[in-house]
Structure formats: structure tokens, C-alpha cells
């Protein structure tokens, strides 16, 4: 078992988006020129894109997220729907695929069935204030179709989960020094 935690910070500086990214402990940081980059943070965006892919939708109760009540939908993302997922969360380009190589992605996705998701909006303001994905036949199905299983490597659980804060102010959020001075990471190209 092997749980990972991320903070991540992101600003513009003029027309750059900076992003900062803590894993086990380490700040990375990298720049990505223009702002379209932005649009991987829209989560008005991301919920719509969200909502369209969940079936079986509804909500199971009301819980506290981070202070904020929020009500709690279960429902889960088929595979037919999970190719426009990653193309609107941008995670496809993240990957090295562009339009060129989507059936290679179509295949590298294929079997992975549905995926349940969990998700808490806040009552007020109608924000999404949590995800929770359980990514464990996803990850079994990408391994198997990258042919990684056949050499002993197994998944077991793959859960990611995320908890959305800062929406009221956000110039309240202080980036940490640590985060500003850390080494800038190259985006390949």
C-alpha cells in the first residue's frame, strides 16, 4: 500500500500560468506559457464535463467537507464516456497523445469498464467541494492493454480522492516561499 499526498498552487504571471506542486515533502514547479493552461483548473467546467459522464447519478446524503456541508452524489463514469473525460481534463495531452495518436489512446482505455466517482457540492454556493474516484479497473485495464501485467505487476487499489478549498477568497491563499523558490521543471516538448 502506497498512499501519495499533492498540494497544488497555481497563478498567472502575466500571460504564463506558474503552477507549484508538492509531492512526498518536495516542491516542483513549472511554468507553462499562455493561459489556456487555466482552463485544467475550470471546475464549473470540469463538473459540467463531470455530470454529462456519471450515470446512475444521485445523491446518497449530506456530510462536512472542510467546514462546508455539502451534499454527497454517487454515480459512475461508463467507458463509453471516459475518452471525453480525459480529453476535457486535458490528462491526454499530459499523457504525450495529441489528435494524431487518439486511436492509440482509444486503445490504451479499452476495457477499463465504468469507474465510480463520488462528488460534494457545496448546498450554498453549488460548488464542488470533493472528488472521489476509485481508479482500480482503470489502472488494471491500462496496465494489462501497456502489457506491464505480464511481467508480475499487479494493481490491487487506486483510489484518488480531492478536496477543493479557497473558493470564497482567493486572495487569502499565500503561496509558500518554498514553493516560489523551488527548482523550475522543463515541460518537454
Same mark, same amino acid.
Not at 13 to 36: A, F, N, R, V
Given at each position: 500500500?502506497?498512499?501519495? !499526498?499533492?498540494? $497544488?498552487?497555481?497563478?498567472?504571471?502575466?500571460?504564463?500560468?506558474?503552477?507549484?506542486?508538492?509531492?512526498?515533502?518536495?516542491?516542483?514547479?513549472?511554468?507553462?506559457?499562455?493561459?489556456?493552461?487555466?482552463?485544467?483548473?475550470?471546475?464549473?467546467?470540469? *463538473?459540467? &464535463?463531470?455530470?454529462?459522464?456519471?450515470?446512475?447519478?444521485?445523491?446518497?446524503?449530506?456530510?462536512? $467537507?472542510?467546514?462546508?456541508?455539502?451534499?454527497?452524489? !454517487?454515480?459512475?463514469?461508463?467507458?463509453?464516456?471516459?475518452? &471525453?473525460?480525459?480529453? !476535457?481534463?486535458? =490528462? @491526454?495531452?499530459?499523457?504525450?497523445? @495529441?489528435?494524431?495518436?487518439?486511436?492509440?489512446?482509444?486503445?490504451?482505455?479499452?476495457?477499463?469498464?465504468?469507474?465510480?466517482?463520488?462528488?460534494?457540492? @457545496?448546498? !450554498?454556493?453549488?460548488?464542488?467541494?470533493?472528488?472521489?474516484?476509485?481508479?482500480?479497473?482503470?489502472?488494471?485495464?491500462?496496465?494489462?492493454? *501497456?502489457?506491464?501485467?505480464?511481467?508480475?505487476?499487479?494493481?490491487?487499489?487506486?483510489?484518488?480522492?480531492?478536496?477543493?478549498?479557497?473558493?470564497?477568497?482567493?486572495?487569502?491563499?499565500?503561496?509558500?516561499?518554498?514553493?516560489?523558490?523551488?527548482?523550475? =521543471?522543463?515541460?518537454?516538448?
Amino acid at each position: 500500500t502506497q498512499e501519495m !499526498e499533492s498540494t $497544488v498552487y497555481a497563478e498567472a504571471d502575466g500571460d504564463d500560468l506558474i503552477t507549484y506542486t508538492q509531492m512526498e515533502g518536495d516542491w516542483y514547479k513549472m511554468t507553462q506559457p499562455g493561459l489556456e493552461a487555466l482552463e485544467e483548473y475550470d471546475t464549473t467546467k470540469a *463538473m459540467g &464535463t463531470y455530470l454529462e459522464a456519471i450515470q446512475n447519478f444521485k445523491k446518497t446524503g449530506t456530510e462536512d $467537507v472542510a467546514g462546508v456541508k455539502a451534499d454527497k452524489y !454517487e454515480g459512475v463514469i461508463t467507458e463509453d464516456y471516459f475518452q &471525453t473525460v480525459l480529453e !476535457e481534463s486535458g =490528462l @491526454d495531452e499530459q499523457f504525450g497523445f @495529441d489528435g494524431e495518436d487518439s486511436a492509440t489512446l482509444k486503445e490504451l482505455f479499452e476495457g477499463i469498464g465504468e469507474m465510480p466517482i463520488t462528488i460534494w457540492i @457545496d448546498g !450554498e454556493k453549488l460548488l464542488p467541494v470533493k472528488y472521489y474516484f476509485d481508479m482500480t479497473n482503470m489502472m488494471s485495464a491500462l496496465m494489462k492493454n *501497456m502489457g506491464t501485467d505480464e511481467e508480475g505487476l499487479a494493481i490491487d487499489k487506486v483510489i484518488l480522492s480531492m478536496v477543493l478549498t479557497g473558493f470564497d477568497n482567493v486572495d487569502a491563499i499565500d503561496i509558500p516561499q518554498e514553493a516560489r523558490e523551488a527548482e523550475e =521543471l522543463e515541460l518537454e516538448e
